[in-house]
């Protein structure tokens, strides 16, 4: 008899490590909050690097949900009692599920970008965050101020709830600013006449083709860098709004009226993240991620025997990291169910 | 290093070798918070004196560290001590201690003399 | 004339302490500022001293202040103070009724059952036996309370007590034997004559029947008179310098006489009346996140010892928490910032960058506040609320924050803070403007306190307050849960606790907390504090709203943008300003009013 593994959260790290177990002969159930799988994917037009669309990532995600992949939707997890090696899981519906192995997929959520009322999301009708703008960008429609204008001037405000210990959160969202080098160029192709900045404190182009990315945005797309991290925005009386920041390489502060204010989120755990790391009894980061048992050599391990976590209720990621910390993950549940017991690197195999 | 025997009217350049970086020991020993500025220059940004003049919180920590000399006593009494900074620092420096500090900084080295 | 060599000590003690006291009080006298001096000359004979006497008498001796604040500590106090006044008049008249002179020496009243044995003289002398034994039986519970508060202070509602200096520690044991050496001198010399009450003559009796109490009764009388001496020579050094000061303090602050921005002699007065009751520690919200050694307690007593602690002026969020409690009234903030001022580089000259441009007019000012640029669902809410009342206002700061000189005068930089002053006040007093309105609790005090403005200045709490009453604007109850957090310069600081509730209860569901009004937190994002790390803070932050929660709000409502600000970073709780919550209310107002007028 195979073993049962029930991954929580559908999203890309969910979906490909629950393509790998079942590729491997688990039983493997994931349980969506959601109607649909595919969690943050849905919400991206294209993805950077290399601005292919977010649909082609997904559809080979799918791909990879076949038969044996069971899903049940609108989850609502009440309760995991544990029980020697075995796992039920209790669902609001009053359904039960019994596992060898939980894997946590439960991811992200965007910063509330609220919380840094000094820039004025919900405050000002001008100022939007990066997934507004890729909604705006989904949803086809141009990009218009509230007014229903054609921004002359936009700005893309970096690390918001990021690197921020008002924000609370002092850690790097890694993809915001790639992500606001994606979407400077995205504006751009689809305004060419409207003048694009980007106020950042670090460009932190890491990842693979990120630079050129960079200096794609520079050379053919003419986007502004400006170093400078905003202290506040306010409101002018026609609705556009000023930023202030210093030019920390002018060595000046700066004012700048843009018709548009895009605010870079970045990453929090996300709320599931928090129930499930709580009801499971595990460890937190200090910046309230899931702890792994050895960033370095278990990274997908708990503190707990039998969980597992993939993607990012661990750390912000990337999509490329994320399929590969999904693999990872997929790998390491499968060793721990042939009885290869993870932290002492010894097999008890199980008589099948 | 040689400096090819031409003498140069105003130093142009931190020598960063020979500079005397005491005010940055001191305070980073008396306001730890002092070395986690990043420079991102938020509190330059905020900044209620420099609406007015050309007083430069981020600028001025960064000559501190340097060592760089310059006139800091005119520089922090432009300083109304508001608090928008310290309300607006990613990093958490303690910035209305350290203008305090550099303050001391001032008064002691006065009382030396 | 009574006499025996006993009585040495003791009147050298007494000597010693009256001349500590002339020389101490004249000292402050002198270093009172001209002002001051006047004030005591002005009002020293007239009615304000009865109500200084009365002031002394309730806060001196029977210690009102905190018996209100815990029973049992209320009755340790009053039973010594009172207890030992009474028994020194009692003492008085009767050896005058004795001797039936107008004159006795000092020491008669105290060693009187040691010098007469035959009281057959004296007019109802079973009376004063009995008054006399009775206040001694008082005092000596009220030290058996002190014996036992020193172990188990918790049951005097004191989690914490102050750390004692060597003097203190000399005062404190000389006071606890005094009164019992006085009970055994009086009862061995009772059990040796067969006299004294209820209390003296009975144990006396027992004494004699079991004690030697001939040979004992002397030395012990040596014994209280010794004690006597070490007290009255350890007093001024220590705590119990409190006792005389205290009587002082009362009666200079009854006629208007406050610390005000410079160190003098009435802050001397001030500092030394400081009992080290420790009642300020408890209440302290640095305790548990840092310094154990700042509290009022300890930064009064290193000013009295002319210290110039940087750490201790400067580690401390003003919140006036302490100063709530204090049973003298002591005004540790305002001693703060004079210890700060002695400490800093002052310099009235700084601001002359700023230069004046012109000012539109208006009927009404509304003036932000720095912070309140940080917050901008703040501004923008009150400028609507502004606009719907059809306010005719000028926004003053709107196009970037000055600083209205509060936070240099907490930081103790006096000069450049009235500097800063004038140049706003001009700036303000040019529009023409009848009431000045701000966002900032911050702002607000010093437009109080410094501004002396010919023109009302007014919190926006009030001025909405206002706005309702006049029928400007009209506000729908959403019946949200709302806790009010009171921020420290608007409740404590400028006393304003009804407005906001007033507004609120109009608004939504108030809750009540059990720590409100004066006694309300500090968010931990105070301004008065120059030494608390962003962690230290957020401690503290993360404390307070950890109690909000336990009311399960759906708002945490405040009246300050500095706790906004601050309470922000945290909670997954709505934080808003009172400005935010009534316009909210506003438009809802509105959107009935069509629905009706729809339907109508």
Same mark, same amino acid.
């Given at each position: 008899?195979?073993?049962?593994?029930?991954?929580?959260?559908?999203?890309?790290?969910?979906?490909?490590?629950?393509?790998?177990?079942?590729?491997?002969?688990?039983?493997?159930?994931?349980?969506?909050?959601?109607?649909?799988?595919?969690?943050?994917?849905?919400?991206?037009?294209?993805?950077?690097?290399?601005?292919?669309?977010?649909?082609?990532?997904?559809?080979?995600?799918?791909?990879?949900?076949?038969?044996?992949?069971?899903?049940?939707?609108?989850?609502?997890?009440?309760?995991?009692?544990?029980?020697?090696?075995?796992?039920?899981?209790?669902?609001?519906?009053?359904?039960?599920?019994?596992?060898?192995?939980?894997?946590?997929?439960?991811?992200?959520?965007?910063?509330?970008?609220?919380?840094?009322?000094?820039?004025?999301?919900?405050?000002?009708?001008?100022?939007?965050?990066?997934?507004?703008?890729?909604?705006?960008?989904?949803?086809?429609?141009?990009?218009?101020?509230?007014?229903?204008?054609?921004?002359?001037?936009?700005?893309?405000?970096?690390?918001?709830?990021?690197?921020?210990?008002?924000?609370?959160?002092?850690?790097?969202?890694?993809?915001?600013?790639?992500?606001?080098?994606?979407?400077?160029?995205?504006?751009?192709?689809?305004?060419?006449?409207?003048?694009?900045?980007?106020?950042?404190?670090?460009?932190?182009?890491?990842?693979?083709?990120?630079?050129?990315?960079?200096?794609?945005?520079?050379?053919?797309?003419?986007?502004?860098?400006?170093?400078?991290?905003?202290?506040?925005?306010?409101?002018?009386?026609?609705?556009?709004?000023?930023?202030?920041?210093?030019?920390?390489?002018?060595?000046?502060?700066?004012?700048?009226?843009?018709?548009?204010?895009?605010?870079?989120?970045?990453?929090?755990?996300?709320?599931?993240?928090?129930?499930?790391?709580?009801?499971?009894?595990?460890?937190?980061?200090?910046?309230?991620?899931?702890?792994?048992?050895?960033?370095?050599?278990?990274?997908?391990?708990?503190?707990?025997?039998?969980?597992?976590?993939?993607?990012?209720?661990?750390?912000?990621?990337?999509?490329?990291?994320?399929?590969?910390?999904?693999?990872?993950?997929?790998?390491?549940?499968?060793?721990?169910?042939?009885?290869?017991?993870?932290?002492?690197?010894?097999?008890?195999?199980?008589?099948? | 290093?040689?400096?090819?025997?031409?003498?140069?009217?105003?130093?142009?350049?931190?020598?960063?070798?020979?500079?005397?970086?005491?005010?940055?020991?001191?305070?980073?020993?008396?306001?730890?918070?002092?070395?986690? +500025?990043?420079? #991102? *220059?938020? !509190?330059?940004?905020? $900044?209620?004196? =420099?609406?007015? /003049?050309?007083?430069?919180?981020?600028?001025?920590?960064?000559?501190?560290?340097?060592?760089?000399?310059?006139?800091?006593?005119?520089?922090?009494?432009? +300083?109304?001590? #508001? *608090?928008? !900074?310290?309300?607006? $620092?990613?990093? =958490?420096?303690? /910035?209305?201690?350290?203008?305090?500090?550099?303050?001391?900084?001032?008064?002691?080295?006065?009382?030396?003399? | 004339?009574?006499?025996?060599?006993?009585?040495?000590?003791?009147?050298?003690?007494?000597?010693?302490?009256?001349?500590?006291?002339?020389?101490?009080?004249?000292?402050?006298?002198?270093?009172?500022?001209?002002?001051?001096?006047?004030?005591?000359?002005?009002?020293?004979?007239?009615?304000?001293?009865?109500?200084?006497?009365?002031?002394?008498?309730?806060?001196?001796?029977?210690?009102?202040?905190?018996?209100?604040?815990?029973?049992?500590?209320?009755?340790?106090?009053?039973?010594?103070?009172?207890?030992?006044?009474?028994?020194?008049?009692?003492?008085?008249?009767?050896?005058?009724?004795?001797?039936?002179?107008?004159?006795?020496?000092?020491?008669?009243?105290?060693?009187?059952?040691?010098?007469?044995?035959?009281?057959?003289?004296?007019?109802?002398?079973?009376?004063?036996?009995?008054?006399?034994?009775?206040?001694?039986?008082?005092?000596?519970?009220?030290?058996?309370?002190?014996?036992?508060?020193?172990?188990?202070?918790?049951?005097?509602?004191?989690?914490?007590?102050?750390?004692?200096?060597?003097?203190?520690?000399?005062?404190?044991?000389?006071?606890?034997?005094?009164?019992?050496?006085?009970?055994?001198?009086?009862?061995?010399?009772?059990?040796?004559?067969?006299?004294?009450?209820?209390?003296?003559?009975?144990?006396?009796?027992?004494?004699?029947?079991?004690?030697?109490?001939?040979?004992?009764?002397?030395?012990?009388?040596?014994?209280?008179?010794?004690?006597?001496?070490?007290?009255?020579?350890?007093?001024?050094?220590?705590?119990?310098?409190?006792?005389?000061?205290?009587?002082?303090?009362?009666?200079?602050?009854?006629?208007?006489?406050?610390?005000?921005?410079?160190?003098?002699?009435?802050?001397?007065?001030?500092?030394?009346?400081?009992?080290?009751?420790?009642?300020?520690?408890?209440?302290?919200?640095?305790?548990?996140?840092?310094?154990?050694?700042?509290?009022?307690?300890?930064?009064?007593?290193?000013?009295?010892?002319?210290?110039?602690?940087?750490?201790?002026?400067?580690?401390?969020?003003?919140?006036?928490?302490?100063?709530?409690?204090?049973?003298?009234?002591?005004?540790?903030?305002?001693?703060?910032?004079?210890?700060?001022?002695?400490?800093?580089?002052?310099?009235?000259?700084?601001?002359?960058?700023?230069?004046?441009?012109?000012?539109?007019?208006?009927?009404?000012?509304?003036?932000?506040?720095?912070?309140?640029?940080?917050?901008?669902?703040?501004?923008?809410?009150?400028?609507?609320?502004?606009?719907?009342?059809?306010?005719?206002?000028?926004?003053?700061?709107?196009?970037?924050?000055?600083?209205?000189?509060?936070?240099?005068?907490?930081?103790?930089?006096?000069?450049?803070?009235?500097?800063?002053?004038?140049?706003?006040?001009?700036?303000?007093?040019?529009?023409?403007?009848?009431?000045?309105?701000?966002?900032?609790?911050?702002?607000?005090?010093?437009?109080?306190?410094?501004?002396?403005?010919?023109?009302?200045?007014?919190?926006?709490?009030?001025?909405?307050?206002?706005?309702?009453?006049?029928?400007?604007?009209?506000?729908?109850?959403?019946?949200?849960?709302?806790?009010?957090?009171?921020?420290?310069?608007?409740?404590?600081?400028?006393?304003?606790?009804?407005?906001?509730?007033?507004?609120?209860?109009?608004?939504?569901?108030?809750?009540?907390?059990?720590?409100?009004?004066?006694?309300?937190?500090?968010?931990?994002?105070?301004?008065?504090?120059?030494?608390?790390?962003?962690?230290?803070?957020?401690?503290?932050?993360?404390?307070?709203?950890?109690?909000?929660?336990?009311?399960?709000?759906?708002?945490?409502?405040?009246?300050?943008?500095?706790?906004?600000?601050?309470?922000?970073?945290?909670?997954?709780?709505?934080?808003?300003?009172?400005?935010?919550?009534?316009?909210?209310?506003?438009?809802?107002?509105?959107?009935?009013?069509?629905?009706?007028?729809?339907?109508?």
């Amino acid at each position: 008899m195979s073993k049962n593994v029930i991954v929580i959260g559908g999203g890309i790290a969910g979906m490909e490590s629950s393509a790998y177990l079942a590729a491997m002969g688990y039983n493997v159930t994931i349980l969506e909050k959601e109607g649909k799988l595919g969690g943050h994917l849905l919400k991206w037009e294209r993805l950077f690097p290399t601005k292919r669309h977010g649909k082609e990532v997904l559809e080979f995600l799918s791909q990879g949900i076949s038969e044996h992949v069971s899903i049940i939707y609108h989850a609502d997890i009440e309760n995991i009692e544990r029980k020697d090696q075995v796992f039920n899981v209790h669902l609001s519906k009053g359904t039960s599920l019994k596992a060898d192995a939980v894997l946590i997929a439960t991811g992200y959520e965007t910063f509330d970008a609220r919380k840094k009322e000094e820039y004025g999301y919900g405050i000002y009708d001008n100022v939007i965050t990066s997934p507004d703008l890729e909604e705006i960008f989904l949803s086809g429609k141009g990009i218009r101020t509230a007014s229903g204008k054609v921004p002359q001037r936009i700005g893309l405000v970096h690390c918001v709830g990021s690197r921020d210990e008002k924000a609370g959160n002092i850690y790097c969202s890694k993809v915001c600013c790639v992500t606001g080098v994606k979407q400077a160029i995205e504006i751009k192709e689809k305004l060419s006449q409207t003048e694009v900045y980007c106020f950042y404190m670090d460009m932190r182009m890491y990842g693979f083709h990120f630079e050129e990315l960079y200096k794609e945005a520079q050379e053919k797309w003419g986007v502004y860098f400006i170093r400078g991290r905003l202290s506040e925005s306010c409101e002018n009386a026609d609705g556009t709004i000023v930023v202030k920041v210093e030019d920390t390489l002018a060595g000046k502060p700066l004012k700048m009226t843009v018709d548009l204010l895009v605010l870079l989120v970045g990453f929090v755990p996300s709320e599931g993240t928090r129930k499930i790391g709580e009801l499971l009894g595990l460890s937190f980061n200090s910046n309230r991620f899931i702890k792994s048992a050895d960033e370095h050599t278990m990274s997908n391990v708990s503190s707990e025997p039998g969980i597992f976590m993939a993607g990012t209720c661990t750390s912000p990621r990337t999509i490329a990291n994320t399929i590969m910390d999904a693999r990872s993950a997929a790998a390491t549940v499968a060793s721990y169910l042939e009885g290869y017991n993870i932290e002492k690197r010894t097999i008890h195999r199980n008589l099948k | 290093m040689k400096d090819f025997g031409y003498t140069i009217n105003k130093d142009r350049q931190i020598n960063f070798d020979r500079t005397d970086k005491w005010i940055y020991e001191y305070l980073k020993k008396h306001e730890p918070s002092f070395k986690l +500025c990043i420079g #991102c *220059g938020t !509190c330059t940004a905020t $900044c209620s004196s =420099g609406n007015f /003049t050309d007083f430069n919180l981020r600028r001025l920590f960064t000559l501190i560290h340097r060592g760089y000399k310059l006139d800091m006593k005119d520089e922090i009494t432009k +300083c109304m001590l #508001c *608090g928008k !900074c310290i309300m607006v $620092c990613p990093r =958490g420096v303690n /910035t209305r201690n350290i203008i305090l500090k550099i303050n001391e900084v001032i008064e002691n080295r006065k009382r030396k003399k | 004339m009574n006499f025996d060599p006993f009585v040495i000590p003791f009147l050298t003690g007494l000597s010693f302490l009256c001349a500590v006291l002339i020389f101490k009080y004249a000292k402050w006298f002198i270093k009172l500022s001209r002002e001051h001096k006047f004030k005591l000359l002005k009002w020293i004979f007239s009615h304000k001293i009865i109500l200084a006497l009365k002031e002394i008498f309730l806060e001196s001796l029977l210690h009102r202040k905190i018996f209100r604040r815990n029973f049992v500590l209320g009755y340790m106090h009053a039973s010594i103070a009172l207890g030992w006044l009474l028994l020194i008049i009692a003492g008085n008249l009767e050896t005058k009724l004795h001797s039936s002179k107008f004159f006795n020496m000092p020491y008669d009243p105290v060693f009187l059952k040691f010098f007469v044995h035959e009281r057959s003289g004296i007019p109802i002398a079973a009376f004063y036996t009995f008054v006399m034994d009775f206040l001694l039986l008082i005092i000596l519970i009220g030290i058996g309370l002190a014996v036992f508060k020193r172990f188990r202070s918790m049951l005097f509602g004191l989690k914490r007590t102050t750390r004692l200096k060597s003097f203190d520690k000399i005062a404190r044991y000389s006071i606890w034997l005094i009164f019992p050496l006085r009970f055994l001198a009086e009862s061995f010399t009772s059990g040796q004559y067969n006299t004294g009450g209820f209390l003296t003559g009975t144990a006396g009796h027992f004494f004699a029947a079991v004690l030697p109490v001939d040979y004992l009764s002397y030395p012990v009388w040596w014994g209280y008179s010794i004690m006597l001496c070490m007290f009255f020579i350890a007093l001024p050094f220590s705590r119990y310098m409190h006792i005389p000061t205290e009587v002082a303090l009362i009666m200079l602050r009854n006629f208007g006489i406050k610390t005000n921005k410079i160190y003098d002699g009435i802050t001397e007065f001030e500092v030394n009346s400081c009992p080290r009751c420790g009642i300020c520690i408890d209440v302290c919200q640095l305790n548990e996140v840092q310094a154990s050694d700042i509290q009022a307690v300890y930064f009064i007593q290193s000013s009295r010892e002319n210290k110039k602690d940087e750490r201790k002026a400067f580690n401390c969020l003003l919140c006036g928490r302490c100063e709530n409690v204090c049973p003298v009234g002591i005004e540790v903030n305002a001693i703060r910032i004079t210890k700060r001022k002695q400490l800093v580089f002052d310099n009235k000259n700084a601001f002359n960058f700023l230069t004046n441009g012109s000012t539109e007019k208006a009927d009404v000012i509304y003036y932000a506040g720095c912070m309140t640029h940080l917050t901008p669902a703040v501004k923008s809410s009150m400028c609507r609320i502004l606009d719907e009342a059809n306010v005719n206002y000028l926004f003053l700061d709107k196009d970037g924050s000055v600083c209205c000189g509060r936070p240099l005068l907490m930081a103790g930089k006096i000069e450049a803070a009235l500097s800063l002053v004038e140049k706003n006040k001009k700036k303000i007093l040019e529009s023409g403007a009848k009431t000045l309105v701000t966002s900032c609790p911050i702002c607000y005090k010093i437009f109080r306190e410094e501004y002396k403005l010919p023109i009302e200045a007014l919190h926006h709490s009030q001025y909405i307050l206002r706005l309702v009453r006049e029928k400007k604007i009209t506000l729908s109850n959403s019946q949200q849960c709302v806790v009010y957090h009171d921020p420290c310069e608007l409740g404590r600081g400028c006393g304003i606790y009804d407005e906001p509730r007033e507004i609120l209860s109009r608004t939504s569901q108030l809750v009540p907390m059990k720590n409100e009004k004066n006694n309300s937190w500090c968010c931990g994002g105070s301004l008065g504090d120059f030494k608390l790390s962003a962690e230290q803070k957020s401690e503290i932050t993360r404390d307070v709203l950890m109690e909000f929660m336990a009311y399960s709000p759906e708002i945490i409502a405040t009246a300050c943008p500095l706790c906004k600000k601050t309470f922000a970073k945290y909670g997954n709780a709505k934080i808003q300003d009172i400005a935010e919550i009534v316009l909210a209310s506003i438009l809802k107002e509105k959107v009935t009013e069509k629905k009706v007028e729809v339907l109508q």
